[in-house]
């Protein structure tokens, strides 16, 4: 069982920052990638950006320049700041995270958190 939990959302206006956090806890034997995708009404899941444990980072074309994800390995956790905040970036931000179980013969998991929502006004 892996739990992730995120933080941080809330309504700001454009142009405005936020910065998201999601920690992960559970029978973690490592994690080898963690990101962040989002969902707007009447559209699809899409990724945001992701890390993997060494750091190598990628984002969605619409949020580069804007954007930073970043994680602390020792304490599960990953980030995303938010800065230049447009109104299209309105949805319900998701954490995930893929890695490995302590027990279970190491087997792979991906893990999901609730999702926090994020609301950005013109």
């Known amino acids: 069982q892996v739990q992730l939990v995120e933080s941080g959302g809330g309504l700001v206006q454009a142009g405005e920052s936020l910065r998201l956090s999601c920690a992960a806890s559970g029978g973690i034997f490592s994690i080898n990638s963690m990101g962040w995708y989002r969902q707007a009404p009447g559209k699809q899941r899409e990724v945001v950006a992701t890390?993997?444990?060494?750091?190598?980072?990628n984002y969605a074309d619409s949020v580069k320049g804007r954007f930073s994800i970043s994680r602390d390995n020792a304490k599960n956790t990953v980030y995303l700041q938010m800065s230049s905040l447009k109104p299209e970036d309105t949805a319900v931000y998701y954490c995930?995270?893929?890695?490995?179980?302590?027990?279970?013969?190491?087997?792979?998991?991906?893990?999901w958190g609730q999702g926090t929502q994020v609301t950005v006004s013109s």
């Open positions: 995930n995270a893929e890695g490995l179980f302590t027990t279970l013969g190491r087997r792979v998991f991906t893990s």
């Open positions: 890390i993997t444990q060494g750091g190598r980072s």
